[in-house]
């Protein structure tokens, strides 16, 4: 299978729980999401703010694609509104990995930087419709 669309080489790609989904992170600052089922073009090609997207992950229930650059900036995707809504978290620091716990309630960023390392929890919230 061949996935033609980035323009530079990848470094990160996640599955879909269900499998039928698989995410590519490139240099070019580019997500996509193909749906290997028909992977003639990308379902979504999702745009970072400044570097390469060097970490991809799907949430366990698979409603969220994290997408984490080199530096200072994490995407969360909602996978259900066909990545069309996303938060962006903004950080300061070289980011090290990133992970959903395995009840898909938390999300988790590790912060590599000699004055401020850290690892940073976010909890799910549910959307109140009003």
Excluded: C
């Amino acid at each position: 299978m061949k996935l033609k669309g980035h323009g530079d080489y990848s470094f990160a790609a996640a599955w879909h729980p269900a499998g039928h989904l698989l995410a590519t992170g490139n240099q070019d600052s580019t997500t996509r999401v193909w749906d290997i089922r028909q992977n003639s073009t990308p379902l979504a090609v999702l745009a970072g703010s400044m570097g390469a997207i060097r970490s991809l992950r799907f949430s366990p229930d698979g409603a969220f694609l994290a997408a984490a650059e080199p530096a200072d900036f994490v995407h969360v995707y909602d996978v259900g509104l066909g990545f069309s809504s996303v938060q962006e978290i903004d950080l300061f620091g070289e980011v090290a990995g990133i992970s959903f716990s395995p009840d898909a309630e938390a999300f988790f960023v590790a912060i590599a930087d000699t004055l401020y390392s850290s690892l940073v929890q976010f909890q799910r919230v549910e959307r109140q419709e009003f």
